[in-house]
């Protein structure tokens, strides 16, 4: 799949009943998910690839690296982001609830899409791995390595938690 492919697909409205297909389904990931591609097999689905300045053997340095990277992805694709503000605390519950309290009161448009970015942060600073979210017209939704997409019933129960989850940035997306 090229970039130009990729474009084209993020410009458009995500196609749900796409990941009824197997291929689709086991060829996509959450950064797909919530870019909205639902083209298979790609080695873009890596946070830094759409962009060309990460290579997928490099490990990610800190959280502002993943979200400088994540931005540049999306600048790339020519897709607007708008970072939402969210409240940085110790405290992961109290956390959760004023960002999801913020994005459930954001009103979006036809055309936008929210992302969460979380991050799993080593004792070093360094990234271990990271995982999206994706908060549309069907609530909020996440994609798992050759997984259907699955619809989030209770957000606060299925936060992502653990010494080193963390949320990097919640985004407003625009295609």
């Given at each position: 799949?090229?970039?130009?492919?990729?474009?084209?697909?993020?410009?458009?409205?995500?196609?749900?009943?796409?990941?009824?297909?197997?291929?689709?389904?086991?060829?996509?990931?959450?950064y797909s998910h919530a870019l909205?591609?639902?083209?298979?097999?790609?080695?873009?689905?890596?946070?830094?690839?759409?962009?060309?300045?990460?290579?997928?053997?490099?490990?990610?340095?800190?959280?502002?690296?993943?979200?400088?990277?994540?931005?540049?992805?999306?600048?790339?694709?020519?897709?607007?982001?708008?970072?939402?503000?969210?409240?940085?605390?110790?405290?992961?519950?109290?956390?959760?609830?004023?960002?999801?309290?913020?994005?459930?009161?954001?009103?979006?448009?036809?055309?936008?899409?929210?992302?969460?970015?979380?991050?799993?942060?080593?004792?070093?600073?360094?990234?271990?791995?990271?995982?999206?979210?994706?908060?549309?017209?069907?609530?909020?939704?996440?994609?798992?390595?050759?997984?259907?997409?699955?619809?989030?019933?209770?957000?606060?129960?299925?936060?992502?938690?653990?010494?080193?989850?963390?949320?990097?940035?919640?985004?407003?997306?625009?295609?």
């Amino acid at each position: 799949m090229s970039i130009n492919e990729l474009k084209e697909r993020v410009h458009r409205k995500i196609d749900y009943s796409a990941y009824a297909s197997t291929n689709v389904r086991n060829g996509t990931n959450c950064y797909s998910h919530a870019l909205g591609s639902t083209l298979p097999h790609s080695p873009l689905y890596r946070v830094g690839a759409i962009c060309g300045k990460k290579n997928i053997h490099d490990q990610y340095c800190s959280t502002k690296e993943v979200e400088e990277l994540f931005l540049k992805d999306m600048e790339t694709l020519g897709l607007k982001v708008i970072k939402m503000n969210i409240i940085s605390d110790e405290d992961v519950k109290f956390v959760r609830d004023d960002t999801l309290r913020r994005i459930k009161k954001y009103e979006l448009k036809e055309n936008e899409h929210i992302v969460l970015l979380f991050v799993n942060v080593l004792a070093d600073g360094s990234i271990l791995d990271f995982h999206f979210w994706r908060y549309d017209e069907k609530g909020f939704t996440e994609k798992r390595w050759e997984r259907s997409v699955t619809v989030i019933d209770d957000p606060k129960v299925s936060w992502p938690v653990g010494m080193m989850t963390k949320i990097c940035g919640v985004y407003v997306v625009e295609r």
